[in-house]
């Protein structure tokens, strides 16, 4: 019987990193994140075509959307996020569910890795909720680093998510990604052997 946890953190948390830890021990990943970004590339449901109706043709460069200015809007104004959100979660959920049960075939552990686990309502498609947790600064360290956005933008994004306190009153596992790569692979290898191996 194939177990499905729910990787999710905050942005910049390491939750990607879990996963492909995860993915090396052997379990299927579901990347809703890369799903997210499908959905509007390839205009799913005319999600793109919504997206520019609710926003404008500000957003769109030589008919591609400019994913970073629409970033900056949605994460400084939480009623445009709510707005993107019902756009193209709807969508993405349907994928996710296909993707889930495609895996289900080879897989005896099924992850889907999403930031928006909870706020999505995809804590219902999981058996446990895996929170990975790191502090605020080391997200926005992390965040300034990898995406090269300055300070009040990377900010502005770490904000804009659930507080990491609400995830965590929701999670069966929490992982401590606080430290270094090689204490949370050790969390992480630990997990794998006494929760999901001999279940």
Not at 17 to 24: D, F, K, L, P
Not at 37 to 50: E, F, P, R
Not at 107 to 132: P, S
Request: proline share 2%.
């Amino acid at each position: 019987m194939t177990v499905d946890i729910g990787l999710t953190g905050n942005i910049a948390s390491g939750k990607s990193m879990v996963a492909s830890i995860m993915r090396e021990l052997g379990a299927g990943v579901v990347d809703a994140d890369l799903i997210g970004k499908q959905v509007l590339a390839a205009n799913i449901d005319g999600s793109l075509d919504k997206v520019r109706a609710a926003f404008g043709d500000q957003l769109f460069e030589g008919g591609q959307l400019n994913r970073h200015a629409l970033g900056n809007l949605v994460f400084s104004n939480s009623s445009l996020l709510e707005q993107l959100n019902s756009i193209t979660v709807p969508v993405m959920t349907r994928l996710v569910a296909q993707q889930m049960d495609a895996l289900h075939a080879t897989f005896d552990v099924v992850v889907l890795d999403a930031a928006i686990l909870i706020e999505a309502g995809w804590q219902e498609l999981v058996d446990e909720v895996w929170v990975v947790r790191a502090s605020k600064n080391e997200q926005l360290q992390r965040l300034m680093t990898r995406d090269h956005l300055p300070f009040g933008e990377a900010m502005s994004r770490i904000e804009a998510q659930m507080p990491l306190k609400s995830k965590l009153s929701r999670a069966d596992v929490v992982i401590d990604n606080t430290t270094d790569i090689e204490a949370t692979r050790r969390q992480v290898e630990a997990l794998w052997k006494t929760r999901l191996q001999n279940r």
